[in-house]
């Protein structure tokens, strides 16, 4: 999610009033309260993921995970990860790769901190009917789908990475046919059990509360592309926060899993 995604729904929620008001009086009470003509429903899944706990008491183990959606590199996270040694997990698209290759490097120089895994080719929602999600149209067929996850994986081959195993796809969102068009292309699919900054929308004081609260086998999820929002700020500092309280960090490779809906069985 991004906050283009997240406004462009708000817009579409504020119009829905302003339609009804400009029905025709004429029309019976009936017509004027029937909402306005939209996409087929489709039926969206927004998976689960938890790993493997620890049952340590004082050794949590979390898998955090990060989107690069689009735009740029936030450093107040990067850095934190870098200086405090924390290994996480980055799913990122061919858009974010292109514009950041100083990021990218320093991933490439730290391969034991940072696995990179596949967030598409242009951040299209991996959903392979047409409809709208937070207001973005999803890709809307297999193929587009297809293309979406193959573009994004060859951007990271060709930018030096390993070839992914993971997908997470735009808004984490899918509908179950795509979810296993993606599986027989050998991915995994990566959802979450936390969702750490809303979006990268969330203040930075509840964001760093929701991170530094996850318990042990949580996958956390949140942004490494919004260096302007508060969000990041609180990402930063829960991140010093689980340290602290002993947890253990681990990527998704590094670890058994179970997703629902089909994710990763
Ligand atoms: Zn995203």
């Avoid at 689009?70 to 450093?75: C, I, T």
């Avoid at 790769?97 to 490097?105: E, F, T």
């Avoid at 509360?209 to 929002?229: E, L, M, W």
Wanted: proline share 6%.
């Amino acid at each position: 999610m991004n906050r283009i995604l997240l406004a462009s729904a708000f817009l579409l929620a504020a119009m829905a009033p302003l339609l009804a008001d400009e029905l025709p009086s004429a029309l019976p009470a009936s017509a004027a309260v029937s909402p306005a003509p939209k996409t087929p429903a489709v039926k969206l899944v927004e998976p689960h993921l938890h790993i493997a706990r620890s049952n340590l008491a004082g050794h949590a183990r979390i898998a955090l995970t990060f989107d690069a959606c689009m735009g740029q590199a936030d450093e107040r996270i990067l850095s934190t990860l870098v200086r405090e040694r924390i290994p996480v997990t980055i799913f990122v698209t061919a858009r974010w790769l292109k514009h950041n290759p100083a990021a990218v490097a320093v991933f490439l120089q730290n391969p034991d901190l940072f696995e990179l895994e596949n967030h598409g080719e242009n951040h299209i929602p991996a959903v392979d009917t047409p409809t709208l999600i937070y207001g973005i149209a999803s890709a809307g067929s297999p193929q587009a789908v297809r293309q979406e996850v193959e573009g994004g994986a060859a951007a990271m081959v060709a930018a030096g990475i390993p070839a992914p195993r993971w997908f997470r796809g735009s808004t984490a969102k899918y509908d179950l046919s795509a979810i296993g068009e993606i599986r027989a292309m050998g991915y995994r699919i990566a959802g979450y059990s936390v969702n750490g900054d809303g979006g990268s929308l969330l203040g930075a004081a509840i964001t760093e509360k929701r991170i530094a609260s996850a318990k042990d086998g949580d996958v956390v999820i949140s942004h490494v592309n919004q260096p302007t929002h508060a969000a990041g700020e609180g990402v930063a500092k829960a991140l010093v926060d689980l340290k602290a309280k002993g947890v253990q960090f681990v990527r998704l490779e590094d670890v058994e899993d179970l997703g629902d809906d089909k994710t990763t069985e």
